[in-house]
């Protein structure tokens, strides 16, 4: 199987090293993608240049308003954030379902030891901070678009995901839903750009998100000269035994980890197991997860026994356990232990409509899958494993999924994505928003 030749040099054989070779495009999408390609590497590399969220919003803007969008900037709190909309009246009459499509601008810091400089084009990709999350699934989506100019869609671009999350799409549909120059959309599913594949694009299609427990011990001792044992009472030791029960296999949840194509590291509290044939066919919860952020103490020499440690760790948790239950199993051994604990639940597990029993979904969830099997030739397993996004906003408004680029590389140092995969995710949304079309078109003639 081969790909569509580019301008861009994109090799038109798939390396021998992929799991999975990507299907040969259409004769629409070989045309268009052939014609399109240079654009998309040129504005992906020019947004991972910029050097503030409100640049990238101006960029974005102009593409949508060139694509026929009305479009609307939006500043909260000094936060920029995009909304943008077209054809959303006329869905009925062009036979179209709603789509929104929930993307971000922001990126986490740069950090050091860059091989190239932010947004170089070399070796077949696209090198920079955000390239894989996430503006490059955003080019992917606009791609989409010129492909789909008749399509029903909304889209929110927010300004602020990666930190607090609170002056972006959250803001942006309050916004909307009191708006007098914006209807709030009837929208009848919503497409999340944040990178959730592993082996190729496509592999995983993420359909919810587990629950995150911020947890913050404090053990407090006796303080002192290291050569006088009897005189001290160490909080470190303290820690470190209520750390090892906490992390002990199966301490707080009797969940095996479900779902991803990795192996687990030896200090896992739980191990990872691989999934039967029933499994690949229905969503399963990746379970608990518990890793430890940060260990400290007081002390500012090295013979001198802290007065006090403090650990932080984060759980992650599936719909096995509750966080109140947490908090509850957690207390049993703080005061076991005579340690402090202090706790922020930062969100409880939550999933698309549709998929509350994890075994069934909207009719557009599976024109979303068949897109894929159709671009990568096989169906990809549907999960709620990895990082939150912005769809703990939206999950009770209307079905969702997430679908981008691969997550391997997202935040780290030479971040890139290449031509091959952008072209993939491109043809992707592609085929889905046309599947939809195609699908409600098929239902009104039977």
């Not at 500043?75 to 709603?98: D, H, I, P, Q, V």
């Not at 160490?234 to 192996?263: F, H, W």
């Amino acid at each position: 199987m081969t790909h569509c030749e580019m301008k861009t040099g994109l090799p038109t054989d798939a390396p021998e090293n992929k799991s999975c070779f990507y299907k040969a495009l259409s004769s629409k999408e070989n045309q268009n993608v052939r014609m399109d390609m240079y654009s998309t590497v040129k504005l992906l590399s020019e947004l991972v240049s910029s050097t503030s969220v409100g640049q990238t919003i101006e960029c974005l803007s102009e593409k949508f308003l060139e694509l026929g969008f009305a479009v609307k900037k939006l500043n909260f709190n000094g936060t920029e954030n995009l909304y943008a909309c077209k054809n959303l009246e006329r869905a009925s009459e062009l036979g179209n379902k709603t789509i929104m499509y929930l993307g971000h601008a922001d990126v986490v810091p740069l950090g050091e030891g860059w091989t190239f400089e932010q947004g170089t084009v070399v070796d077949g990709a696209v090198w920079g901070r955000g390239t894989v999350d996430m503006k490059g699934s955003i080019v992917c989506f606009l791609d989409a678009l010129r492909l789909n100019p008749d399509a029903s869609v909304a889209v929110i671009i927010s300004g602020d995901e990666e930190g607090s999350a609170e002056f972006g799409t959250p803001m942006v549909i309050d916004w909307l839903k009191q708006s007098t120059e914006f209807a709030f959309p009837k929208i009848d599913f919503v497409l999340i750009g944040e990178p959730t594949s592993y082996r190729y694009i496509g592999d995983c299609v993420k359909v919810g998100g587990r629950g995150s427990l911020n947890v913050t011990l404090k053990a407090n001792g006796i303080a002192g000269h290291v050569a006088y044992p009897q005189f001290l009472k160490n909080p470190i030791y303290q820690m470190i035994r209520l750390v090892n029960e906490i992390t002990a296999p199966c301490a707080l949840s009797k969940s095996e980890y479900i779902g991803l194509p990795t192996d687990a590291p030896e200090n896992k509290a739980c191990v990872y197991r691989e999934l039967s044939p029933q499994e690949t066919q229905n969503v399963r919860w990746d379970m608990y997860n518990l890793e430890i952020t940060s260990f400290e103490s007081n002390s500012g020499a090295v013979n001198v026994v802290p007065g006090m440690a403090r650990c932080r760790f984060n759980i992650r948790f599936g719909n096995d356990v509750s966080g109140a239950d947490l908090i509850v199993m957690i207390d049993s051994f703080t005061r076991k232990h005579g340690i402090q604990a202090e706790y922020d639940l930062a969100c409880q597990p939550f999933c698309s409509l549709g998929f509350e029993d994890l075994r069934s979904g909207s009719a557009v969830m599976h024109t979303l899958l068949n897109s894929v099997e159709s671009v990568t030739g096989k169906t990809p397993q549907v999960i709620t494993g990895g990082a939150n996004s912005d769809a703990k906003f939206i999950y009770k408004i209307a079905p969702f999924a997430e679908l981008g680029l691969k997550v391997d590389l997202a935040h780290k140092c030479d971040e890139h994505v290449s031509f091959e995969d952008l072209t993939a995710l491109t043809c992707i949304y592609d085929r889905f928003i046309e599947g939809l079309r195609s699908e409600l078109r098929k239902n009104k003639t039977q």
